[in-house]
C-alpha cells in the first residue's frame, strides 16, 4: 500500500490524474465530472484570422510576412455584432452544456486586455489584443461570454495556443515548409514561457475558466528543448502543475505536451477512436473543413452526420465538441446556426440517451445500432429500422422493467429473450430520421451478460 501511494503521488506530481479500470471502467476524478457528464460542448474559433474569412490558419498557408498580417488584417479585425447571449442560446439550444473560445490561436493574438509587455505587435509599440490593436473598442467579448455563460448555466471555458507566430521570440519557417514555429534562443525561450504562463494567470484571475483548452504543442520532444523541438514534456509537466496550483479544480487537456500521457483527458481531433481510449477522452470536430470562419468553405456535415456521430463518440466513453466559427463581425454564419438549431430538436427528445450517459455494455458494436447506459437505463440507439420489426440485441444480467420508445414513454414494447438475445417488437416506422432510440428500464447500471 504504501509503495502504491508513492506511485500516486509521482503520477499526480507530473501532471497525470490516475483512474483505475473496475468492471473495463474507471473512475472518474472528482473536478472532471461535471465535464464527464456534459458530454457536448461548443467550441469557438473566433480570432483576428476571422475578419479575412480564409480560415484560422491563413497566416501559415497564405505565408503572410509577420509584420504585413499584422498590418493588413488583424487592424481590421472589430467585431462589432458580437452578441454572446446569442452565442449562449445557440448552444444551450443544441443541448450544449460547456463552451471552449479561443483567447489566443496560432497567430498571437490575445482577445482580451493582455497587460503582459512582451506580446507586442512586430514594432514593439502596440500590446497585440483586440482591445489595443483594433478599432473594436473596450468591449470585453470573453467576459460578455462568461457572464452569458454563468447566467445560462453552461461552463466557460478558455482555449489557449502555446506556439504563437506574432510573438518576437519565434518566426514560421516558410522555406521550410514548416507549420509550427521556431525559436530564436533558449534565452528567449524561457523568458517566452514565463510570459505565457502570466497570461495564463490573467485569464484564470479574470475569467475563472473550468477548463483550459491547449493547442498549438506540436513543437514537443521528450528531451532537451532545441530551437526547432522547443516545447518539452518537462515544459509540459510544470506547466500542467502551474495551473492546478492556481486552480486545483481547473480541468486541463492531454495539450500542455501531447503523446505523454500528460493532463486530465485525452483529445483526438477530427477522428472518432474505435473503441474506449483507457481514460478519458474528448474529440473535436468542424461542421464544414475548417476552424475559423471560411467564407469560401459551405462544405457542411449533415445533421444526421452530426447527431450520429455524437451518439457514437458518448458509446465509446468520449465527450464531442463540436465547433462554430463566427464572422469577421460576429455575427454567427446561418448555415451554422441552422445545424445547431437541428441538433437541439433531436436532443430535446434524446437528450437523456446522453447526458451522464457512459460506455455501451457490449464488446460487440454493429453499425446500425450504439448503446448507452446510466443506472437503471440501457439506451439502444437505432440508427437503420429493423425491416422486419424486430430489434435483437445482447441480453443483459439485469432484469427488465420496461422497454419503450424515448419519444413515446407512455407504450410498452413487447419483448422476448431467445438464445441469448432479447427481442423487440418495434413499430413499423422508425420515430426519428437521424437517430431512434429504444429505452430498456432495468435493475441497476446495464451489464452484459458477455462482455
Known amino acids: 500500500m504504501k509503495k502504491r501511494l508513492i506511485i500516486l503521488a509521482s503520477l499526480i506530481l507530473i501532471g497525470v490524474v490516475p483512474s483505475f479500470r473496475a468492471n473495463a471502467q474507471y473512475q472518474i476524478p472528482q473536478k472532471l465530472k461535471w465535464w464527464y457528464n456534459d458530454r457536448f460542448g461548443m467550441f469557438i474559433h473566433f480570432g483576428s484570422y476571422s475578419y479575412l474569412a480564409h480560415g484560422e490558419w491563413a497566416f501559415s498557408i497564405e505565408n503572410w510576412v509577420k509584420a504585413d498580417y499584422q498590418q493588413q488584417v488583424s487592424p481590421h479585425f472589430n467585431p462589432s455584432k458580437f452578441d454572446a447571449r446569442e452565442i449562449v442560446q445557440l448552444a444551450k439550444d443544441a443541448g450544449m452544456k460547456y463552451i471552449v473560445i479561443t483567447a489566443k490561436h496560432h497567430e498571437g493574438f490575445s482577445m482580451w486586455d493582455t497587460k503582459v509587455k512582451s506580446f507586442k505587435d512586430v514594432t514593439g509599440k502596440k500590446m497585440y489584443s483586440l482591445q489595443r490593436f483594433t478599432p473594436f473598442g473596450k468591449r470585453d467579448v470573453l467576459m460578455e461570454l462568461k457572464k452569458a455563460c454563468d447566467v445560462a448555466g453552461i461552463k466557460f471555458c478558455l482555449y489557449y495556443s502555446i506556439l504563437d507566430w506574432g510573438h518576437s521570440s ?182 437523456e440517451s446522453i447526458y451522464g450517459t457512459t460506455r455501451s455494455p457490449f464488446a460487440a458494436e454493429p453499425e446500425w445500432v450504439f448503446y448507452t447506459k446510466k443506472e437503471g437505463k440501457l439506451f439502444a440507439h437505432v440508427f437503420s429500422w429493423p425491416q422486419d420489426g424486430i430489434l435483437s440485441i445482447p441480453a443483459i444480467k439485469n432484469s427488465i422493467a420496461k422497454i419503450y420508445l424515448m419519444n413515446d414513454p407512455g407504450k410498452t414494447l413487447d419483448y422476448s429473450l431467445e438464445d441469448g438475445s432479447i427481442r423487440i417488437s418495434l413499430p413499423m416506422n422508425a420515430p426519428n430520421d437521424y437517430d431512434s432510440v429504444v429505452v430498456l428500464e432495468v435493475a441497476g447500471l446495464p451489464e452484459a451478460t458477455k462482455f
Not at 483526438?268 to 469560401?296: F, H, I, L, S
Not at 466559427?325 to 433531436?346: C, F, N, R, S, Y
Request: glycine residues 8%.
Open 170 to 351: 519565434q518566426e514560421i519557417n516558410h522555406v521550410d515548409g514548416s507549420t509550427y514555429s521556431t525559436m530564436k534562443s533558449d534565452s528567449v525561450r524561457s523568458a517566452y514561457i514565463r510570459d505565457m504562463k502570466a497570461q495564463l494567470k490573467e485569464l484564470i484571475d479574470r475569467y475563472h475558466p473550468a477548463s483550459l483548452w491547449f493547442d498549438g504543442d506540436w513543437t514537443y520532444n521528450a528531451g532537451q528543448p532545441t530551437p526547432e523541438k522547443w516545447w518539452t514534456k518537462t515544459d509540459g509537466v510544470d506547466l500542467y502543475n502551474y495551473l492546478t496550483g492556481l486552480d486545483s479544480n481547473l480541468v486541463v487537456n492531454e495539450r500542455v505536451c501531447r503523446s505523454f500521457g500528460l493532463g486530465d483527458y485525452e483529445c483526438p481531433e477530427q477522428e472518432v477512436p474505435d473503441a474506449p481510449r483507457g481514460r478519458q477522452w474528448e474529440t473535436c470536430q468542424t461542421m464544414n473543413r475548417t476552424w475559423g470562419y471560411n467564407k469560401n468553405d459551405n462544405d457542411y456535415k449533415s445533421t444526421k452526420n452530426l447527431v450520429r456521430e455524437l451518439v457514437k463518440v458518448v458509446s465509446r466513453d468520449g465527450n464531442y465538441l463540436l465547433n462554430i466559427g463566427p464572422k469577421g463581425d460576429g455575427t454567427v454564419p446561418e448555415q451554422t446556426a441552422d445545424t445547431l438549431k437541428a441538433i437541439g430538436k433531436w436532443m430535446d427528445s434524446y437528450g
